[in-house]
């Protein structure tokens, strides 16, 4: 049985992720599993408690709206700690505000370039002894740098006690993907190289950098999605079945798959940039950071060798959606002569903006002939009545539940899979915004093709 954490305790709190997230999840939590714990925010603002309690409310406001009962709670359990991070007497009034709490939760909302003096100071005051601590990515930018934050991170903390998070696996259609495959017998037995033909994986985003110019330019596509959330997504797809209870059994899995991908290389990848990319404030004017990263991934094991899976990530395209394709092998003969196809049979997981479930079929066309077309039988729901991943993630890290964080076994080989690929070395291509990336593309799916481009729900 896991330690429940008596004291919640939030730094970077006066940021742009508390605001966004972080607030609204807490009142989620109070409202819906009665969260307790005391919560203290730690920045260095120049503010005191009420400043600080009446960002709650201007966030809440503006995020998800006020549910007052919760709101009512959430400021009798806020406190606040003021002071600079390089500060130990910043952390020994956390100490004061932690009271009688043995098993603190700290979340740390800050650059990872913090997290070593933070980890440290916390060590020092006592604040660390018997507490879990939660660090956002990007955990490094390359195997190097990922090796060298976890280590600063074991000098106070054990690795069990670390919880990396990422959004994207606390998504409730995220989650479905590895529920729909296991609960169901009818996927199992099929869910293979003998049936499977390809997988093709789509996060579009019809936007693009807006005001994040500065920082996209030191990211791009490939690391600011695929390397974290796509791999994710891809490992839910394609690992074995967990085997016990424990909440490593699917860690395990999922380690075991990602170190089982081949590491990328300059041919297995298509960058591109939309046009007018480098005008944008911020980026670059000859920058050659990707806005679009095609990428084709492939698995050595029995159950996925000679499956390719195909991921391609891009800001201004026609749509935002994100999605799944699983194409199945047509039979060896088609018994009514048609031509058939090759995407005919397929199953379609929609992550975003809404859940769909999507299983392609075909149908005979009424008459004397025997031919038929192609429907696809779809489940659908809205996804504003799950659970928003930052409260679910939040309450399982206060309640032990590491499952659904990253493992540092799982960050390593998410890193051994891009690292080839990094620092440009292959050139990008243009394209027009409002299409589907560059025309190399289509070269990297070949004869996989073609792309399965997502659709808006409405069009459907």
């Known amino acids: 049985m896991k330690q429940q954490s008596d004291a919640f305790v939030f730094f970077g709190a006066t940021g742009d992720l508390a605001f966004k997230q972080i607030f609204p999840a807490l009142q989620g939590l109070i409202k819906n599993e009665g969260f307790t714990l005391p919560i203290i925010g730690v920045a260095k603002a120049g503010w005191n408690l009420d400043q600080f309690k009446a960002r709650a409310k201007d966030s809440l406001e503006q995020h998800g709206g006020i549910d007052q009962q919760a709101f009512d709670k959430m400021m009798n359990q806020l406190r606040y700690v003021d002071g600079d991070y390089d500060d130990l007497a910043t952390f020994t009034e956390l100490r004061k505000q932690l009271g009688d709490s043995k098993h603190p939760l700290h979340y740390l909302a800050i650059p990872p370039s913090f997290f070593a003096t933070v980890a440290e100071n916390l060590a020092k005051s006592g604040c660390a002894e018997n507490a879990r601590v939660v660090v956002e990515k990007p955990f490094g930018r390359d195997l190097s740098s990922a090796k060298e934050l976890s280590d600063t991170l074991h000098k106070f903390f054990p690795e069990e006690s670390i919880y990396r998070i990422d959004h994207y696996l606390g998504k409730e259609p995220v989650q479905n ?18 049936y499977i033909r390809c997988i093709q994986i789509t996060m579009a985003e019809d936007f693009g950098v807006q005001d994040r110019g500065k920082f996209y330019d030191g990211v791009g596509a490939l690391l600011d999605v695929v390397q974290n959330h796509m791999l994710q997504v891809t490992a839910n797809l394609t690992m074995d079945p967990p085997t016990g209870e424990e909440h490593d059994a699917a860690r395990d899995r999922k380690s075991e798959l990602l170190r089982a991908i081949r590491p990328l290389t300059a041919d297995s990848i298509v960058r591109g940039q939309y046009d007018g990319y480098r005008q944008v404030p911020g980026v670059a004017p000859d920058s050659a950071i ?5 990428v084709k991934l492939e698995i050595d094991s029995w159950r996925w060798a000679g499956v390719p899976i195909y991921i391609r990530a891009g800001k201004m395209l026609p749509v935002t959606c994100t999605e799944a ?3 199945f092998k047509r039979p060896p003969r088609e018994t009514f002569g048609e031509i058939v196809p090759s995407t005919s049979s397929h199953i379609r997981f929609r992550v975003s903006p809404d859940i769909a479930i999507g299983l392609g079929t075909r149908v005979k066309i009424p008459g004397e002939r025997m031919v038929g077309h192609d429907v696809e039988l779809n489940l659908h729901s809205e996804i504003s009545k799950d659970m928003p991943p930052y409260e679910r993630l939040l309450g399982d890290a206060s309640r032990g539940n590491s499952e659904s964080f990253s493992r540092q076994d799982l960050v390593e080989a998410q890193w051994r899979i891009v690292e080839p690929v990094l620092g440009n070395v292959t050139p990008f291509y243009s394209y027009t915004p409002g299409t589907w990336g560059p025309e190399e593309a289509k070269s990297l799916i070949g004869d996989h093709g073609p792309w399965m481009d997502p659709v808006k729900s409405e069009d459907k």
């Open 325 to 327: 394709f699983v194409e």
């Open 290 to 294: 990707e806005t679009f990263v095609a």
């Open 177 to 194: 993907i590895l529920y729909t495959r296991f609960a169901n017998p009818i996927f199992e037995p099929i869910w293979n190289r003998d």
